[in-house]
Antibody
Framework: EVQLLESGGGLVQPGGSLRLSCAASGFTFRSYAMAWVRQAPGKGLEWVSSVSGSGDITYFADSVKGRFTISRDNSENTLYLQTNSLRAEDTAVYYC??????????????WGQGTKVTVSS | DIQMTQSPSTLSASVGDRVTITCRASQSISDWLAWYQHKPGKAPKFLIYKASSLETGVPSRFSGSGSGTEFTLSISSLQPDDFATYYCQQYNSYPWTFGQGTKVEIK
């Protein structure tokens, strides 16, 4: 069964950091780009970042550029999102999503259940 | 950035109704459009890609159409499991962007 399982969310103070993880199973992880998409309370979905299958090509939304880093460990079938300098507006449920393509087609066919990040003092 | 605008924001319908959701792009995206279904506390579900291609396993009552800047998602006969929020998403160019969502609720 194809599955994505996120972890690492929690409560963090403004300016703090969190490392989100996404464990993948049931498909050839290295063959697909991966992404993070978030949903703030009461809001819609917002794409955050994508990484190619090899991990050498990354893209970020302007709202997180310079603060967030995306990476992957293809030997461990795990995707990461390092979030630094967190702000209240980063509060959201963060979803891990599998892209349909290797370089990043942009269509996401498998999603995890999400991990909640709350930025508050 | 390409802006995606969905209408309506909320749609009240009954089981068995045909429903249609519209999604408009601020510039042409060819047919690089996906649709997702999202229920509270659940993982979003991929329904349609390339504007009109049905993902494997998605019921045939769902269909998509359009190209350029105007797109629609239709559900031919609404089922109890279909009450959810639906999002369109363009993947023509970065940053990928979603519509604000259309909540389909029970009338």
């Amino acid at each position: 069964e194809v599955q994505l399982l996120e972890s690492g969310g929690g409560l963090v103070q403004p300016g703090g950091s969190l490392r989100l993880s996404c464990a993948a199973s049931g498909f050839t992880f290295r063959s697909y780009a991966m992404a993070w998409v978030r949903q703030a309370p009461g809001k819609g979905l917002e794409w955050v970042s994508s990484v190619s299958g090899s991990g050498d090509i990354t893209y970020f939304a302007d709202s997180v550029k310079g603060r967030f880093t995306i990476s992957r460990d293809n030997s461990e079938n795990t995707l990461y999102l390092q979030t630094n300098s967190l702000r209240a507006e980063d509060t959201a449920v963060y979803y891990c999503a599998k892209d349909r393509g290797y370089r990043g087609s942009g269509a996401f066919d498998i999603w995890g259940q999400g991990t909640k990040v709350t930025v508050s003092s | 950035d390409i802006q995606m605008t969905q209408s309506p924001s909320t749609l009240s319908a009954s089981v068995g109704d045909r429903v249609t959701i519209t999604c408009r792009a601020s510039q042409s995206i060819s047919d690089w459009l996906a649709w997702y279904q999202h229920k509270p506390g659940k993982a979003p579900k991929f329904l349609i890609y390339k504007a009109s291609s049905l993902e494997t396993g998605v019921p045939s009552r769902f269909s998509g159409s359009g190209s350029g800047t105007e797109f629609t998602l239709s559900i031919s006969s609404l089922q109890p499991d279909d009450f959810a929020t639906y999002y369109c998403q363009q993947y023509n160019s970065y940053p990928w962007t979603f519509g604000q969502g259309t909540k389909v609720e029970i009338k």
